[in-house]
């Protein structure tokens, strides 16, 4: 399967923008870019996912570079509840019709300070 | 919409017991998929469910088993419980299988075996 590579952590202000990045050199064509976050004590929570185009919700934005090797998912206003680990993940398509291949790496633990 | 509710949220059990966790999907998910956190393994998949069939075992042993009702709610339970059993079980749903379906995830339940 193909890997996501994330740093371990990065700090940002409140009220300020986040862009938190992630490298797939050895991306598919088939594969979806998955962001989810967890905060602590709880589940994890979907943020966003794109193929190929940047995406927007009322979370976050997704920049897929045109390459598709590096994603940038952007948090345009950091809150004190952003604070979470995020992480970035690929999904193929192909994948059989199932879920069972979602892992999770370290992901990046965000920390906003006030 | 209600999320994905498991119960019951926190729990202690001594060596060699047993434990059932239950999960409530999201209304209209068919697919429920269970996953075992800890610190140290990360996440790692436990088995997912289709229509009331099992689609997909993860590596654990025959202790950890599960079952999906018509409703499409699903348990599992863990026999002959060991220390390393301790750790964060979580649920996850989505609308049917592949990598086009968001999973969306439970809050856990957080199982403490002494």
């Known amino acids: 399967d193909a890997k996501t590579t994330q740093p371990n952590s990065m700090e940002s202000n409140e009220e300020e923008p986040v862009h938190l990045p992630c490298n797939h050199s050895?991306?598919?064509?088939?594969?979806?870019i998955h962001w989810y976050r967890q905060l602590p004590s709880q589940g994890p929570e979907y943020v966003i996912h794109?193929?190929?185009s940047n995406v927007n919700n009322r979370m976050a934005s997704l920049a897929i570079a045109e390459d598709r090797k590096s994603s940038t998912l952007i948090l345009h206003r950091a809150t004190l509840r952003d604070a979470a680990v995020y992480y970035c993940?690929?999904?193929?398509?192909?994948?059989?019709?199932?879920?069972?291949?979602?892992?999770f790496g370290k992901g990046t633990l965000l920390t906003v300070n006030p | 919409k209600a999320g994905v509710t498991q119960t019951p949220r926190y729990l202690i059990k001594t060596r060699g017991q047993q434990v059932t966790l239950s999960c409530s999907p999201i209304?209209?998910?068919?697919?429920v998929s269970w996953y075992q956190q800890t610190p140290g393994q990360g996440l790692q998949f436990l088995f997912e469910?289709?229509?009331?069939?099992?689609?997909n075992k993860g590596n654990f042993p025959g202790r950890f088993s599960g079952r999906q009702f018509s409703n499409s709610r699903s348990e599992m339970n863990v026999s002959t419980l060991e220390l390393g059993d301790s750790a964060l079980y979580l649920c996850?749903?989505?609308?049917?299988?592949?990598?086009?379906?968001?999973?969306?995830f439970g809050e856990g339940s957080w199982l403490t075996v002494v």
């Open positions: 996850a749903s989505s609308v049917g299988q592949g990598a086009r379906n968001t999973i969306y």
């Open positions: 050895t991306i598919s064509g088939t594969d979806y």
């Open positions: 794109g193929l190929t």
């Open positions: 993940i690929l999904r193929d398509v192909n994948s059989g019709g199932s879920n069972y291949k979602l892992t």
């Open positions: 209304s209209g998910h068919r697919s």
């Open positions: 469910y289709f229509s009331e069939t099992q689609r």
